[in-house]
């Protein structure tokens, strides 16, 4: 069974950093590609990151571009999203997703929440 | 803004019909990319339940449907139910701004 653990969020000050985790489970970790997607609070879903199976490739949601990068561990079969230069606006869960061979994000993290106040 | 449009809220009585739609545009929807939709309980992560614009994961109820034409997409959920109160996303890829987009979300109501 795939499972997600999201992990890392907390209350930062506006400036500040924060890294969060996804460690996977119950799949070939380096086989798939992942997302980072966040949802602020009573507002609805918004693609932050991707990253592919090999780590090769990233790309960006013009929102974070320039100050989030995301990485992955294969040997630790970890997904991380380093968050820098963080905005008020950047409140909100973050889920990462396992995305499936057809684009879309087929198994969720529960999510883990960043406030930035 | 989201890049995909949807109602912001249908509602419906038990065992009813209601559908949802999912407008974009020619770099997304309309270039061909397939879409797919996301299930949101309330206080839980998004859950896939349809994908490559019509199907349905192992597990997922056939009283889920989707359809796509043209600009456009649509969910259609038959026999509704309690337990379909959620918030639904539609989510494609876009050409134009080299990334994934999210519709605005829907939240359904069983009357």
């Known amino acids: 069974e795939v499972h997600l653990l999201d992990s890392g969020g907390g209350l930062v000050q506006p400036g500040g950093s924060l890294r969060l985790s996804c460690a996977a489970s119950?799949?070939?970790?380096?086989?798939?590609?992942m997302t980072w997607v966040r949802q602020a609070p009573g507002k609805g879903l918004e693609w932050v990151s991707f990253i592919s199976d090999s780590g090769s490739r990233t790309n960006y949601a013009d929102s974070v571009k320039g100050r989030f990068t995301t990485s992955r561990d294969k040997s630790k079969k970890t997904l991380y999203l380093q968050m820098n230069s963080l905005k008020v606006d950047d409140t909100a869960v973050y889920y990462c997703?396992?995305?499936?061979?057809?684009?879309?994000?087929?198994?969720w993290g529960q999510g883990t929440l960043v406030t930035v106040s | 803004q989201s890049v995909l449009t949807q109602p912001p809220s249908v509602s419906g009585a038990p065992g009813q019909r209601v559908t949802i739609s999912c407008t974009g545009s020619s770099s997304n929807i309309g270039a061909g990319y397939d879409v797919h939709w996301y299930q949101q309980l309330p206080g839980t992560a998004p859950k896939l339940l349809i994908y490559?614009?019509?199907s349905r994961p192992s597990g997922v109820p056939d009283r889920f449907s989707a359809s796509k034409s043209g600009t456009s997409a649509s969910l259609a959920i038959t026999g509704l139910q309690a337990e379909d109160e959620a918030d639904y996303y539609c989510?494609?890829?876009?050409?134009?701004?080299?990334?994934?987009?999210f519709g605005s979300g829907t939240k359904v109501s069983v009357l």
């Open positions: 490559g614009d019509i």
């Open positions: 997703a396992k995305i499936g061979t057809g684009n879309y994000f087929e198994d």
């Open positions: 989510q494609s890829y876009d050409s134009s701004l080299i990334g994934y987009v």
């Open positions: 119950g799949f070939t970790f380096s086989s798939y590609s």
